[in-house]
């Protein structure tokens, strides 16, 4: 979620800059020929699309990815877990 929030913080600077006007934006105008997806499930689709392609260029290892994500979403779970038994408290 964070790291969403940087991603929209990060093009919303390049926006105001006019640095993404020849970049498509995450919701295009094309014609929409299926079902409007939510922005969780684009954001997925396009960071899967991204880990792949990364990793067949040999840029990032897509195993050693996703064990170090799970990793960092645990510990973020036990974060936020720990947070709100310290607020019930």
Same mark, same amino acid.
């Given at each position: 979620?964070? /790291?969403?929030?940087?991603?929209?913080?990060?093009? /919303?600077?390049?926006?105001?800059?006019?640095?993404?006007?020849?970049?498509?934006?995450?919701?295009?105008? &094309? &014609?929409?020929?299926?079902?409007?997806?939510?922005?969780?499930?684009?954001?997925?689709?396009?960071?899967?699309?991204?880990?792949?392609?990364?990793?067949?260029?040999?840029?990032? /290892? &897509? &195993?050693?990815?996703?064990? /170090?994500?799970?990793?960092?979403?645990?510990?973020?779970?036990?974060?936020?877990?720990?947070?709100?038994?310290?607020?019930?408290?």
């Amino acid at each position: 979620m964070l /790291n969403y929030i940087y991603i929209h913080m990060q093009s /919303n600077r390049r926006h105001k800059r006019g640095e993404d006007t020849d970049m498509e934006g995450p919701r295009s105008s &094309k &014609k929409i020929t299926g079902k409007e997806l939510t922005s969780l499930e684009e954001i997925s689709a396009r960071l899967t699309t991204l880990i792949e392609m990364l990793d067949e260029k040999g840029i990032i /290892n &897509k &195993k050693e990815y996703y064990r /170090n994500s799970v990793m960092r979403l645990h510990e973020i779970s036990k974060a936020v877990s720990f947070d709100q038994i310290d607020e019930e408290i």
